[in-house]
């Protein structure tokens, strides 16, 4: 989720791009780079792997003349994240320049296709190839213009993207293209902005045009103009900006974490993107061969905190998926008990940052044992990828909350591809049901979407009414448990309160004992077709805590009027498969816990002693 800024207009470019790249920064922060047309048919370009403050460092003193330009923070995708790979890119004459953020699908294609004909590319991203292509079109035909050459270009382009051009030839205007990603326009007094957030520019204007799909804006000092793809002039919906800078830099948010929430439908798609190619799932790195994972006759996944409630829904995916046994291991305890691995042995370790000290180490001593490695993660170039054997990345972007969210949920579909693509090459699947299992999971972000359009206020407002407790349990059967799990370490990460999850058949085993009056108790139901016995099992054992004078606060599918006279809140969410009941019924706790904390007087993006990636054991 990369950040991008342009200008033009009468104010030093340089400055300008600098100033809202800082603001964008929480979007990436694996490269920066600035682009400046200085007005004599240059373009001056200058970039640097690593945070914005290794840009400053590389710029001149003085400012670059010239007031048009583009500048990019990068969250790293194709290609690690080093000064070469940083953007903005250009075409082998040094005139045209791109930023990106997205994903261009077919860029392997295109990319083909310019190598055939003798270009030289400069990266490893799927970025650059927009930039050639715009040459070649632009120079086929400089009298059109620029935006005629990023119109025939775009239309080319799969996947999601926002694109801005610029070109030393047309010194007074840049080029932007959107689909699928982010992109508004900032409307100033003899000045243009463009970025994928307004924080880029709200020192200079509050007053925003929101770009719609498949729409490319041309922009000089003096006003935008709006097509679609094809040329024809476009709707757009302009807006003015009432919150302070703060909150922009958090999308209107009151805080990070709420923003990322509301990321999950997004985070989900772009996960998955790409991903069924031919009938077949593929990872985004595989350095191990179908024979070779055939072989395979157990699984051990290793994670940490919320990522651990990740790979415990892993297990059931793939042991249903693929009939194989699949052991789930706190990383930080799993090297120490000395487990038995060998060639035939695959190790799924799971990490946000891909550089969590426990986690690397749990890799490390499998590799040792000579056991196969697969990782998933959310930043690319990360050391746990780099020493595993095969890599599926997660595409939920930068996240700034400490606690997990949108990432938690984009591990859990990571999971399921892994498990897919297990039980593709095992034969337990054929092309038809893994197509079939595809698509449902697809369906995931639009049931995400449901939920937080249903319970997001709600929820806050149970939440504050709740929050002088001083404990919370959480009870689940099957994929319900890791759910109540991971709603537990939410409110014990965000509030500081007691809070357990448990298996609810062990509920008579002990964890009654805890019940007392007004206790909230949050239940995650299972679902009345899917799982009808657990179902019943779990009306029980809310009759039982209710009976101890317990408050119930029932997650539940949508038309399940058996539990509402056992809730006292009842929480409904989607009707959807057994796998995918995790990723709405978690959405609500996530909420839940965000609120309490808010409301007992808390940060909820930085919670005392947590930082969000552990690198030391």
Request: proline share 4%; with cysteine.
């Amino acid at each position: 989720m990369c950040g991008i800024v342009g200008y033009v207009g009468w104010r030093g470019a340089q400055e300008v791009l600098v100033n809202g790249l800082r603001r964008l920064e929480y979007r990436g922060y694996d490269s920066a780079g600035v682009a400046v047309v200085d007005g004599t048919g240059g373009l001056e370009v200058h970039r640097a792997a690593g945070p914005l403050d290794n840009l400053v460092a590389v710029l001149p003193e003085e400012d670059v003349s010239g007031t048009t330009g583009m500048g990019h923070t990068r969250w790293a995708t194709h290609g690690p994240p080093t000064d070469r790979n940083a953007h903005p890119h250009r075409d082998v004459t040094g005139k045209v320049a791109v930023v990106h953020n997205g994903i261009i699908e077919n860029f392997a294609a295109l990319r083909a296709e310019l190598e055939a004909e003798g270009v030289e590319l400069a990266s490893d991203t799927d970025s650059e190839v927009a930039a050639h292509l715009v040459a070649r079109a632009f120079g086929a035909d400089p009298d059109a213009g620029l935006t005629a050459a990023v119109r025939a270009v775009v239309a080319r382009l799969e996947g999601a993207f926002t694109l801005v051009f610029t070109h030393a030839d047309r010194p007074d205007e840049i080029v932007a293209a959107r689909r699928s990603s982010p992109l508004v326009v900032g409307v100033g007094q003899g000045e243009m902005f463009v970025a994928s957030d307004v924080a880029a520019f709200i020192d200079h204007t509050r007053d925003a045009v929101e770009l719609g799909q498949d729409q490319v804006v041309t922009l000089t000092a003096d006003g935008a103009v709006v097509t679609d793809f094809h040329g024809e002039t476009a709707r757009t919906r302009p807006f003015h900006v009432d919150w302070d800078i703060a909150a922009a830099e958090k999308g209107g948010h009151d805080f990070f974490m709420l923003k990322e929430i509301e990321e999950q439908p997004a985070s989900l798609a772009d996960t998955l993107r790409g991903h069924l190619v031919d009938g077949r799932v593929v990872l985004d790195e595989q350095r191990l061969s179908d024979q070779e994972l055939r072989d395979i006759d157990k699984v051990f996944v290793v994670a940490c905190g919320t990522a651990y409630h990740a790979g415990l829904l892993a297990k059931y995916a793939i042991e249903h998926w693929c009939r194989i046994p699949v052991e789930v291991e706190v990383a930080s305890e799993f090297r120490y008990r000395d487990p038995v691995l060998d060639r035939s042995t695959l190790v799924v370790a799971i990490s946000q940052s891909g550089e969590t000290a426990d986690t690397l180490e749990a890799v490390r001593h499998a590799r040792e044992q000579k056991a196969r490695v697969l990782a998933i993660c959310n930043t690319n170039g990360a050391q746990i990828p780099r020493e595993s054997d095969a890599v599926l990345y997660t595409h939920a972007g930068p996240e700034v909350g400490v606690a997990a969210t949108k990432t938690f949920t984009a591990q859990v579909i990571a999971c399921y591809l892994v498990g897919l693509a297990l039980a593709q090459t095992f034969g337990t699947k054929y092309a038809d049901e893994v197509a079939r299992e595809y698509a449902e999971l697809e369906s995931s972000a639009d049931a995400v979407a449901r939920v937080l359009e249903a319970v997001v206020e709600p929820t806050r407002a149970l939440a504050r009414d709740l929050a002088p407790s001083k404990a919370v349990l959480f009870l689940g059967r099957h994929v319900g448990f890791p759910v109540a799990l991971e709603g537990a370490l939410k409110l014990k990460e965000l509030a500081y309160m007691h809070a357990e999850g448990f298996a609810a058949g062990e509920l008579k085993h002990g964890p009654i004992a805890l019940i007392e009056q007004d206790l909230p108790v949050v239940v995650v139901m299972p679902s009345p077709k899917g799982r009808a016995i657990l179902h019943q099992k779990l009306l029980s054992n809310i009759r039982e805590i209710q009976a101890r004078g317990a408050r119930t606060i029932v997650v539940a599918e949508e038309g399940d009027e058996t539990v509402r006279p056992f809730a006292e809140h009842l929480i409904e969410v989607p009707a959807v498969s057994t796998l995918l009941q995790p990723l709405v019924a978690s959405i609500p706790l996530q909420v839940f816990a965000a609120e309490v904390a808010r409301a007992r007087g808390y940060d909820v993006d930085k919670p005392r002693n947590l930082a969000k990636s552990v690198t030391v054991e």
